[in-house]
């Protein structure tokens, strides 16, 4: 079956600590992206991807980071320098048109 | 940038009709779409439109008006299972695919 795979599901660092969430998609979608999720906010762009090796900020870039080196992989590095980054993380994919299609998210905890 | 609003909370019930409106502000409008997403969940794909009109599916339609930046969401024959945020989404020409979301309706579908 086709999808988009988030790892892990929930996952805890001290403040400080940079940590990098995983995003996997076999769909062959062309575009990625990153949303972050917190209550009450809906959902906010981090960084989006339209074709390999290439990538664009979203709203609320500062303190993340991506790579884009395989179609299939998207994974997003939350810095130290991010202050507030305790949320819910969502990964998404798309061909030209499509709807976007999410994966299950990953909830990061800093303390 | 982009204004995006719905209301934040709903509550209808069980076998009903429910209406949720979105109104939006954009410079390069490309399509709006609807989403589903339960608690703790990913966020699931309804509807599209891109023209002026009415779509249906199912239980499920969404309207939508340009010249006055405006959609609705409407629910047909409420179930339980229907109780769950609707978030309304925006595709605009100047972020390739990327979809800007609204901060989402939670319904409560009481019996």
């Known amino acids: 079956d086709g999808g988009i795979t988030q790892s892990p599901k929930y996952l805890f660092r001290k403040e400080g600590q940079n940590v990098t969430l995983s995003c996997e998609q076999n769909?062959?979608?062309?575009?990625m992206y990153w949303y972050r999720q917190d209550p009450g906010q809906g959902l906010r762009l981090i960084y989006y991807?339209?074709?390999?090796?290439?990538?664009q900020k979203g709203d609320i870039a500062e303190g993340y980071s991506v790579s884009r080196e395989k179609k299939e992989s998207f994974p997003l590095t939350v810095t130290s320098a991010q202050k507030n980054p305790t949320a819910f993380y969502l990964c998404?994919?798309?061909?030209?048109?499509?709807?976007?299609?999410f994966g299950n998210g990953t909830r990061l905890t800093v303390t | 940038g982009q204004n995006i609003d719905q209301p934040t909370e709903m509550t209808a019930t069980e076998g009903a009709i429910v209406q949720i409106n979105c109104t939006y502000q954009?410079?390069?409008?490309?399509?709006l779409f609807w989403y589903q997403q339960h608690a703790g969940e990913a966020p699931t794909f309804l509807s599209y439109?891109?023209?002026?009109g009415l779509e249906e599916k199912g239980r499920f339609s969404s309207f939508l008006s340009r010249s006055k930046g405006y959609s609705y969401l409407l629910l047909k024959e409420l179930q339980m299972k229907d109780s769950a945020s609707y978030l309304c989404?925006?595709?605009?020409?100047?972020?390739?695919?990327?979809?800007?979301f609204g901060k989402g309706t939670s319904l409560l579908v009481t019996p």
């Open positions: 989404a925006v595709r605009d020409r100047g972020s390739g695919y990327a979809l800007n």
């Open positions: 954009t410079s390069g409008f490309n399509g």
């Open positions: 439109n891109v023209l002026d």
């Open positions: 998404a994919s798309s061909t030209e048109g499509s709807p976007l299609h």
């Open positions: 769909l062959n979608h062309d575009a």
């Open positions: 991807s339209q074709i390999v090796n290439d990538f």
